[in-house]
C-alpha cells in the first residue's frame, strides 16, 4: 500500500478547497463602489482587525446575480457599495440577513429611511445624484453646442457620442432608467431611451465607465453619478458636470450581509466598520466623493452640494422591488437593446 506523504496530503486538501471554490479568507465581500475605493477599504478593515479580507469589485447587477446563485450556498459574506435599490430587491428575494449595526442611532434621516425600508436588512453608506459630464474638448473640437437637460442628449449632433452602462449589470444605469420613469412616465421613458440609444456606441458594464471614458476622451459624454464625474475632473479631466434641468434621480450606495454567510461575526465586523466616521473616511482617503451616511463623518471637500440640485422624490420601495425591476429589464432588452443600431454591450 502506498503512504501519502505530508505534502501530497496538503496538496489534495488544497486542491479539494479550490475544487470546491471554498476560500480559506477570514470574510468574503463584494464590493460595488469604485476599485480603489475597495483596496483602500480592503487594506484599512485588515489592519484595524487582522482579519483576512477577499474583495472583488463587482457591478451591483452582477453581484445581485451571484448571490441569487449562491442562495443555497453562500461564499459571500457581505456585499458593500452599489445602488440601494438593487440590495431592497435582494431583500425582497429573501436574500440578505437581518442586522442592526452598533452605529445606526448615528446614521442621517435617509438612510435610517432606507434600513427601515429595507426590513433591517441593508444600511445605507453613502448617497449621490445622478447626472452627466461633457468633456468640453471634444465639443468644442466638434463645434456641437453643450447639453445641459436630459432631452438635449437626444439630439442628433451627439450620435455616438453618448455613454450609458447597462442596467441589467449596473446599479448606475437603473438608477438613470428609474429616474426617467419617475420624471416622465414609463412609456415616455421608454420613447425617450428609444432616441437616446440612436446615440449611444457601448452600453458598458459599469456605471462610472461612461465618466471615465469620457475623461479620457474617448467618447463625448457619459451618463453616471456625478461624484464619479466629480472624481474625474479633479484628476484633471476637461469634464462639464450638469445635473440637468428637468431634476434627477439618486442612489443611498448600501451594505449588507447576504443570508446564510459562513462568517457571520466577521461580517457584522465589517458593517459596523463600514458605516463608522473612520470606515467612511475611507471613500475620502481612495478620492471618492459622495456623500456619507453617518452623520459624524467628514464630507468629502469636493462632494456634490446635492441640496442645489433639483431632485425627484425616488421612490425606493417601488423601483427597490424584484417585480418591478424584472419588467423595466425585460422592456429595455426588448425595446431599447433589441431595437436600435448599431447597438452593442461591452
Ligand atoms: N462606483 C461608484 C463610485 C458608485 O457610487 C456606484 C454606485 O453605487 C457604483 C460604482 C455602482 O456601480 P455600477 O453602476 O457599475 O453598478
Known amino acids: 500500500m502506498k503512504l501519502v506523504t505530508p505534502l501530497a496530503a496538503s496538496a489534495a486538501v488544497w486542491l479539494c478547497a479550490s475544487l470546491a471554490g471554498a476560500s480559506a479568507q477570514d470574510l468574503n465581500v463584494l464590493c460595488g463602489v469604485d476599485e480603489d475605493w475597495c483596496a483602500t477599504m480592503e487594506r484599512t478593515f485588515e489592519a484595524e482587525t487582522g482579519l483576512d479580507v477577499s474583495m472583488s469589485r463587482r457591478s451591483t447587477g452582477e453581484i445581485l446575480d451571484q448571490i441569487?446563485?449562491?442562495?443555497?450556498?453562500?461564499?459571500?459574506?457581505v456585499w458593500w457599495g452599489g445602488t440601494g435599490d438593487t440590495h431592497l430587491q435582494a431583500a425582497g428575494e429573501d436574500l440578505l440577513e437581518p442586522y442592526r449595526p452598533e452605529n445606526a442611532g448615528d446614521a442621517l434621516p435617509?438612510?435610517?429611511?432606507f434600513y427601515r425600508l429595507s426590513g433591517g436588512t441593508a444600511s445605507g453608506v453613502y448617497a449621490g445624484a445622478l447626472g452627466f459630464a461633457y468633456?468640453?474638448?471634444?465639443?468644442?473640437?466638434?463645434?456641437?453646442?453643450?447639453?445641459?437637460?436630459?432631452?438635449?442628449?437626444?439630439d442628433p449632433h451627439y450620435r455616438g457620442l453618448?455613454?450609458?452602462?447597462?442596467?441589467?449589470?449596473?446599479?448606475?444605469?437603473?438608477?438613470?432608467?428609474?429616474?426617467?420613469?419617475?420624471?416622465?412616465?414609463?412609456e415616455e421613458a421608454f420613447e425617450y431611451l428609444a432616441a437616446l440609444s440612436a446615440n449611444i456606441a457601448h452600453f458598458t458594464t459599469s456605471g462610472a465607465a461612461p465618466v471615465k471614458t469620457a475623461a479620457r476622451g474617448e467618447t463625448g459624454i457619459g451618463i453616471s453619478f456625478i461624484?464619479?464625474?466629480?472624481?474625474?475632473?479633479?484628476?484633471?479631466?476637461?469634464?462639464?458636470?450638469?445635473?440637468?434641468?428637468?431634476?434627477?434621480?439618486?442612489?443611498?450606495?448600501?451594505?449588507?450581509?447576504v443570508k446564510g454567510a459562513r462568517n457571520l461575526e466577521a461580517a457584522r465586523r465589517f458593517v459596523d466598520f463600514a458605516l463608522s466616521p473612520e470606515g467612511q473616511a475611507t471613500g475620502a482617503a481612495a478620492g471618492q466623493n459622495q456623500i456619507p451616511s453617518n452623520a459624524r463623518a467628514a464630507l468629502p471637500p469636493a462632494?456634490?452640494?446635492?441640496?442645489?440640485?433639483?431632485m425627484v422624490d425616488y421612490d425606493f420601495a417601488?423601483?427597490?422591488?424584484?417585480?418591478?425591476?424584472?419588467?423595466?429589464?425585460?422592456?429595455?432588452?426588448?425595446?431599447?437593446?433589441g431595437n436600435a443600431e448599431p447597438l452593442a454591450t461591452h
Open 162 to 186: 453618448v455613454q450609458v452602462a447597462n442596467p441589467n449589470s449596473s446599479g448606475t444605469a437603473f438608477t438613470f432608467l428609474a429616474t426617467l420613469v419617475q420624471l416622465l412616465g414609463e
Open 110 to 113: 435617509w438612510a435610517q429611511n
Open 227 to 257: 461624484h464619479d464625474a466629480v472624481t474625474q475632473k479633479l484628476a484633471g479631466a476637461p469634464l462639464v458636470i450638469v445635473a440637468p434641468c428637468e431634476g434627477t434621480g439618486y442612489e443611498i450606495g448600501a451594505v449588507s450581509i
Open 318 to 337: 417601488t423601483f427597490g422591488s424584484p417585480d418591478r425591476r424584472l419588467r423595466l429589464l425585460d422592456r429595455f432588452d426588448s425595446e431599447v437593446l
Open 135 to 154: 468633456n468640453s474638448d471634444i465639443l468644442e473640437k466638434r463645434g456641437i453646442p453643450a447639453p445641459s437637460c436630459w432631452k438635449d442628449l437626444t
Open 303 to 310: 462632494a456634490p452640494d446635492i441640496s442645489l440640485i433639483r
Open 68 to 77: 441569487r446563485i449562491e442562495k443555497d450556498d453562500p461564499r459571500i459574506d
